[in-house]
């Protein structure tokens, strides 16, 4: 099996007072697509989601994604399989003119309140590239063997 060639980019990255003292997000394997985002909420003061509750965490972050690409906040598998907490917008975009703080919008779907602590792994961040399409209006479509088809239509 030969290596596939990927592509390294910088990501020019401020952090914000509020995430002085935790590491910037990265890869924890070698071939891991995402950079893991950790919370930046005060330490001593976990935020708190009760069932079925949602909640901004912020990341203390704050990227220059390059013209062309995308970030992409992911949920954590693991966090979503134990616990029931899963990013609400998954996957929720960062567009390359976004200047503001990345912040990460938990819900928790267990069946226990569950605690976001300062420094705990809460989502991913991948860098996509991405495709600026424009519509152009017709009045016909080119048939397919799907056509109208939708939600369910080619299995069960």
Known sequence: MTE???TDLSIPTVRLPHGEGLELPRRETAHAAGLDLVAANP?????????????????GLVLQIPSGY????????????????TVANAPG?????YRGEVKVLLI???????EVVRGMRIAQLVIAPVSFAT???TKILDETVRGIGGFGSTGV
Do not use: C, H, M, W
């Not at 995308?70 to 616990?83: C, M, T």
């Open 93 to 97: 975009t960062i567009d390359a003119d």
């Open 108 to 114: 928790n779907l267990g069946e226990e309140p569950f």
């Open 135 to 137: 519509l152009t209006e």
């Open 4 to 6: 596939q060639k990927t």
């Open 43 to 59: 330490a001593g003061e976990p935020i708190r989601l009760e069932k079925f509750a949602r909640a901004l965490i912020p990341t």
């Open 70 to 85: 995308e970030g992409q906040v992911r949920p954590r598998s693991g966090l979503a399989f134990r616990y029931g907490v």
